[in-house]
C-alpha cells in the first residue's frame, strides 16, 4: 500500500470529544483547520469514541470548518461493543451487519459518504474471515470505504485475512516505551507485506508517567533533545518515525502548537548511536 495516501502524522481524535478534551464545534472546527494547515490531514476516528459521541461532534464541526472532504482523509474502526442500553458484556462482533452497519453510521455521524480506511479494531477469538472478507468486499466494491486495515492484529491473525482480501494497514500500540513491535516479529511482516504501520500512543504515556523505566527514559530523551535542539516529544516521534517500515504515528494531542512539532519531528533524522541510546535507556540494557 502507498503510504502517501496518508499525512506522514495522522490526527487521533480520541481525545477531542467527551472522552478528552469536550472541546465544542467551534473548537474543533478550528483544530481541524490548524492540522490542515500544519499538513496532517489524515483523523482517526473509532465508532465509540466519545461513547459513539465523537464522530457526530466532528462531522459538525468538519461542516463548519468548511475545509473540503477531499482535502482530507478520514479513518474510523468497528468491532468493540460497549456495554450500555443494548450491550451487557463487552464484546467484538464482526458479522456481517455489524461491520455495514458500523460504516453506514460512521458515514452518517462524519456527514460523508466514504470513508478512506476502515479498521477492524481488536482481534477476536469469533472472527470468521471469510465472513469478514465478503463484508469488507462489498464496502469496497460500493465505494463506502476505499482501502481496509485492522488494529491491534497479530502476525498470525493478518495471515488469516490475507488470501481473502488486502490488509492495508495495521495500527498497533507502539513507542520508545512500548517497542516489543520492533522486536516481535511484528514489524518485519508490515515491512515484508507492505502494510502501512500506525502506531496509537506514539508518547507512550512517557510525559506523565512516574514510574522507574519513563523517568530513567525521560532521562536520556531530555539529553539528547538538547543535543538536536527539539522538544523531547519530538525526539520520541523522530525515534518511531526513523524505523523503516516508515511507522505513521497517529498523535493524540489537542493542541496545535504540540501537532506543529509533531509534524516537523517526522523529517528529523537521529544519529544510529543515539537511536540506540534511547533503546537502551527504554528497555534497561545494551543490545547484546
Ligand atoms: N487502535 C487502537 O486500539 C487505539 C487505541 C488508543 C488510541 N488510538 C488512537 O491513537 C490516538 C493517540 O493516542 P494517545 O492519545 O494515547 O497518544 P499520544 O499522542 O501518545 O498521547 C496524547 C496525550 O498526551 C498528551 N501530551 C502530548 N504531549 C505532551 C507533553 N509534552 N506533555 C504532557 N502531555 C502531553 C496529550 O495532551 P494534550 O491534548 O494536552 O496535548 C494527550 O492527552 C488516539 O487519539 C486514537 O485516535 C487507537
Not at 49 to 59: I, K, L, R
Not at 229 to 256: D, K, N, S
Request: aromatic residues 6%.
Amino acid at each position: 500500500m502507498n503510504h502517501t495516501r496518508f499525512s506522514r502524522i495522522v490526527a487521533g481524535v480520541m481525545g477531542w470529544g467527551s472522552w478528552g478534551k469536550r472541546l465544542d464545534t467551534g473548537e474543533m472546527a478550528a483544530r481541524i483547520r490548524g492540522c490542515c494547515e500544519i499538513g496532517v490531514t489524515t483523523f482517526d476516528h473509532a465508532d465509540i469514541y466519545g461513547d459513539h459521541s465523537t464522530e457526530a461532534a466532528f462531522g459538525a464541526a468538519l461542516q463548519a470548518s468548511s475545509i473540503a472532504r477531499s482535502s482530507i482523509q478520514l479513518i474510523s474502526k468497528c468491532g468493540i461493543k460497549l456495554p450500555g442500553a443494548q450491550v451487557r458484556t463487552k464484546h467484538y462482533d464482526y458479522g456481517h451487519a455489524s461491520i455495514c452497519d458500523a460504516v453506514d453510521r460512521s458515514l452518517q455521524n462524519l456527514g460523508t459518504d466514504y470513508l478512506d480506511l476502515l479498521l477492524l479494531h481488536r482481534p477476536s477469538p469469533l472472527l470468521d474471515p471469510e465472513i469478514v472478507a465478503a463484508a469488507v468486499g462489498e464496502l469496497l466494491r460500493a465505494g463506502r470505504i476505499r482501502a481496509f486495515g485492522v488494529s491491534n492484529f497479530t502476525p498470525s491473525g493478518i495471515a488469516l485475512l490475507r488470501p481473502l482480501l488486502d490488509v492495508d494497514v495495521n495500527q498497533i500500540e507502539c513507542s520508545l516505551l512500548h517497542c516489543e513491535p520492533m522486536f516481535d516479529g511484528t514489524l518485519d511482516v508490515h515491512l515484508q507485506q507492505r502494510m502501512v504501520t500506525m502506531a496509537w500512543a506514539p508518547l507512550g504515556g512517557l510525559f506523565g508517567s512516574t514510574d522507574a523505566r519513563a523517568v530513567r527514559t525521560r532521562h536520556a530523551v531530555d539529553e539528547l533533545a538538547r543535543k538536536y535542539a527539539c522538544a523531547p516529544e519530538q525526539l520520541v516521534l523522530a525515534w518511531l518515525c526513523q524505523h523503516p517500515a516508515r511507522i505513521i504515528p497517529v498523535v493524540g494531542t489537542t493542541e496545535l502548537d504540540r501537532m506543529r512539532l509533531a509534524h516537523a519531528a517526522a523529517t528529523m533524522r537521529l544519529d544510529t548511536e543515539d537511536w540506540f541510546a534511547l533503546l537502551e535507556a527504554s528497555r534497561g540494557h545494551p543490545v547484546a
